[in-house]
């Protein structure tokens, strides 16, 4: 993340002390390792260019970050055009490279040089290792195995350049390894709260990293001990800030996504501030003044009624012909994403592919004014925030067969009663069974091989994150993308209830190219009616990403091969 001091300080870090002294400073085209690692002023600047390769929050200008259709490949979307599952290897690129863990290698190494005290320097080296942890846990999720790399290589140490591919358990050892010594040597307050990485901040991202870990090992790769090791070192880091006392869930849901200043919400671990003129995104004005891909009828079914239960059981439902109805007596957090009416190709502008339009995003009082269009919105963006960890230490204690009713009601239960009015009843849990209120949930939507207990869980953790970018990892660590075929989940690929009748205009509908349900005149608004145009799963190969080409001929000329990724051969 690109914070507006960033420069600021380079610039002070550059040109302080230039009076008396100016001709006897090096000139700045011989900066170096010798002369730039001398204070911890340098080394904070240095650790500032990892910022923007993980904490992109809404992104800038008009490039976005994952929140809302930054990552549409799930269930969540209706669109009109689904994105497809990748069909062939790449010939180069893909995300194979290892900068990155090059540049935090080089971070971890160079700190050991500064003249600062011992304490700063396991700080930094913490800092260094955190984000070495990140990157390599974006890479395997990617690719799988990979070779581990803890120092600096050079250019011509052919053998190491050219290393086979390490076991991604071992490497995630490793990776745990690197959190552990942040979570013990980073410190609690460093830099400017909310904004800088701490240990807090190790902490929240440690929870999310070996959950997915966790569950991979444990769905994907049947490795029960290191499933075990990982939710427990989940667990452990969400249950530390759940016990520190210092973050609590804000009252108010659709504030954490669209206040223009997030600097005293307690529930902020960390964000991305925005200052208008100076950096700015576009995600409001896509919730506001452009086309937008909506949400599927498979995620506002997936809102659970106030009473607790779906929807296909509670007497509480109203039905789904009108948007006043299907959010009578629902989840307070459906009424802060979707707006109150439809938005109809050919009578909005700004008109959603599924009907149901996106608010969640959306600041009111800045709509209408210029920052509320283009990539002006200088809204403020959640990077890690404390309703995820909640989310996270529930999962992880469910995983792990220890959840007891105390858990819920210090996590899923706290999240359903953020807001008085749209509140949900509390979860009960009996034995794998999920209840309410003495009833037992019986959704017939849920996967016969999850149980109760566990879909009730993953459905609070796809209704308090929905459009946050966690979707399409979650259904990979679960082993569960055949959620995301339109064919066999077809409630994907449909949207609101419309009749083409109620927007008539002497005898001609404003709405007569939309394709419906069954044909009719009246039903469920299909985005995607094309045949060829459906999203199919139906190769497990795409769970991790194909090696690009070029990498494996790289390595066969080296005398090494590069063992593609199974099914990709």
């Not at 006897?24 to 390792?33: G, H, N, R, W």
């Not at 395997?140 to 011509?156: L, Q």
């Not at 999310?208 to 427990?232: I, S």
């Not at 858990?407 to 009015?421: A, F, G, P, V, W």
Request: charged share 25%.
């Amino acid at each position: 993340m690109k914070f507006k001091y960033i420069s600021i300080l380079i610039l002070a870090i550059l040109f302080t002390g230039c009076k008396k002294d100016f001709l006897e400073k090096l000139p700045l085209d011989s900066m170096s390792d010798d002369n730039f690692w001398t204070s911890e002023k340098n080394v904070r600047t240095f650790s500032y260019g990892f910022y923007s390769g993980y904490f992109s929050g809404y992104g800038s200008g008009f490039t976005w970050g994952k929140y809302f259709s930054g990552e549409a490949m799930n269930d969540d979307f209706g669109p009109s055009s689904p994105g497809q599952f990748t069909r062939t290897v790449p010939a180069s690129g893909g995300g194979w490279t290892f900068t990155w863990v090059r540049k935090a290698n080089v971070f971890i190494d160079r700190v050991q040089r500064a003249p600062i005290d011992d304490a700063a320097i396991n700080h930094w080296m913490g800092i260094g290792r955190f984000f070495r942890g990140m990157e390599y846990h974006d890479l395997v999720k990617r690719f799988g195995d990979m070779p581990w790399y803890d120092k600096e290589i050079a250019e011509t140490d052919m053998e190491l350049l050219y290393k086979p591919r390490d076991p991604r358990g071992e490497v995630m050892d490793k990776v745990l390894e690197d959190f552990q010594f942040a979570a013990e040597h980073v410190r609690l307050t460093d830099g400017d709260k909310g904004l800088h990485v701490n240990r807090d901040v190790v902490l929240a991202f440690m929870s999310r990293v070996f959950l997915f870990e966790g569950t991979w090992m444990k769905y994907q790769m049947n490795d029960v001990a290191r499933a075990e090791k990982y939710l427990e070192a989940a667990k452990w880091a969400a249950e530390e800030l759940m016990n520190s006392g210092r973050y609590s869930l804000h009252s108010n849901y659709r504030e954490l996504f669209s206040s223009l200043d997030l600097a005293s919400n307690r529930e902020m671990i960390m964000y991305r501030r925005y200052v208008e003129g100076i950096l700015t995104h576009s995600l409001g004005s896509y919730n506001n003044l452009e086309p937008q891909t909506g949400m599927s009828k498979d995620a506002v079914d997936s809102y659970l009624m106030t009473d607790g239960l779906p929807v296909a059981q509670s007497p509480l439902y109203e039905g789904d012909k009108s948007i006043a109805d299907l959010m009578t007596d629902r989840d307070f957090r459906l009424k802060a994403t979707v707006k109150p009416t439809p938005y109809l190709l050919g009578v909005n502008s700004n008109y959603s592919s599924s009907g149901y339009a996106v608010q969640k995003f959306l600041n009111e009082t800045i709509k209408d004014l210029p920052i509320g269009s283009g990539s002006l919105n200088p809204t403020d963006a959640p990077i890690i925030r404390y309703g995820e960890v909640l989310l996270n230490y529930a999962e992880a204690a469910a995983e792990l067969g220890t959840l007891s009713q105390d858990d819920l009601n210090k996590t899923i239960n706290l999240l359903r009663k953020r807001e008085s009015q749209g509140a949900v009843a509390a979860l009960e849990i009996s034995g794998n069974q999920a209840m309410v209120n003495g009833t037992i949930i019986e959704d017939p939507e849920r996967d016969p091989s999850v149980s109760g207990i566990l879909w009730e869980i993953r459905r609070e953790r796809r209704i308090e994150l929905m459009m946050e970018g966690f979707r399409n990892d979650d259904l990979k660590r679960w082993k569960k993308f055949e959620y995301i075929d339109t064919r066999t989940n077809p409630t994907i690929n449909r949207g609101a209830w419309v009749n083409k009748d109620d927007y008539l205009t002497n005898g001609v509908s404003a709405i007569e190219t939309m394709t419906i349900d069954g044909g009719g005149r009246a039903g469920y608004i299909i985005p995607a009616p094309r045949a060829e145009s459906q999203r199919i799963f139906d190769n497990p190969r795409v769970y991790l990403n194909p090696l690009p080409l070029d990498q494996i001929t790289l390595y066969r000329d080296q005398g090494v091969e590069l063992e593609q990724n199974p099914g990709w051969e």
